[in-house]
């Protein structure tokens, strides 16, 4: 059974403060991505990847950063969270050819105070 | 830059209604994926439509991607309870990779 893991479900930080979330595929999967969820906005991909140490920006890159070290593991970084932050954040990965159906981990809710 | 607009952006239906929604894109897409996630969890995929005026059916779900390539539609017949979520369509881009881009969503809730 596919999956995507993400190492939290719930976090709440600081303003200021910087915040790691991690999502780790076993698919051996090329293409790894980060989503924000906002109601109304639909699903906005913030950074891809798709090889280990690649990373291209998506729509809404400012504020983030993101590390692929090794090829299941993708993490974004915001470097310092602020209250506009706050939202579900969600990861997802594929192949690169054939099927490139995006299998989407349980997703992150972050709340920055 | 390239969008994906979707309608509507909600949708409530009494049990056993049909039910449709509809993208429609700025530039011409590659394929197109539709994804349904369901109150409280994640976008789950469902299809891949990538020729010119492909259909597909799954038991009650039809899907149908135009001729030009640019918009697509989702219709449930004969909604059920268990249909409830929301519907997002996600357009490929030509030379981009496996990137996606999402359509808003539509949200449909069912009256039983």
């Known amino acids: 059974d596919v999956k995507v893991t993400q190492s939290s479900r719930y976090l709440v930080k600081r303003t200021g403060e910087k915040v790691f979330l991690e999502c780790v595929q076993d698919?051996?999967?090329?293409?790894m991505f980060w989503y924000r969820q906002d109601p109304g906005l639909g699903l906005r991909l913030i950074y891809f990847?798709?090889?280990?140490?690649?990373?291209e920006k998506g729509d809404i890159p400012e504020g983030y950063s993101v590390s692929r070290e090794k090829k299941e593991r993708f993490s974004l970084i915001l470097e310092s969270a602020s209250t506009n932050q706050t939202s579900m954040y969600l990861c997802?990965?594929?192949?690169?050819?054939?099927?490139?159906?995006?299998?989407f981990g349980p997703g992150t809710r972050l709340t920055v105070t | 830059g390239q969008q994906v607009m979707q309608i509507p952006q909600y949708q409530h239906v009494q049990e056993g209604e049909d039910f449709t929604t509809y993208c429609n894109s700025s530039?011409?897409?590659?394929?197109i994926q539709w994804y349904k996630q369901r109150p409280g969890g994640h976008p789950v995929f469902l299809i891949q439509?990538?020729?010119?005026?492909e259909v597909k059916k799954q038991k009650r779900l039809t899907f149908q991607f135009g001729e030009a390539k640019k918009n697509s539609s989702l219709h449930i017949t004969a909604t059920q309870t268990t249909d409830v979520g929301t519907y997002f369509c996600?357009?490929?881009?030509?030379?981009?990779?496996?990137?996606?881009?999402f359509g808003q969503g539509t949200e449909l809730s069912v009256k039983p």
């Open positions: 997802a990965s594929s192949f690169v050819e054939g099927f490139l159906g995006q299998y």
């Open positions: 698919m051996d999967h090329e293409n």
């Open positions: 990847s798709y090889d280990v140490k690649m990373k």
């Open positions: 530039t011409t897409l590659s394929n």
């Open positions: 439509l990538v020729k010119s005026g």
């Open positions: 996600a357009g490929r881009i030509y030379n981009q990779g496996g990137k996606l881009i």
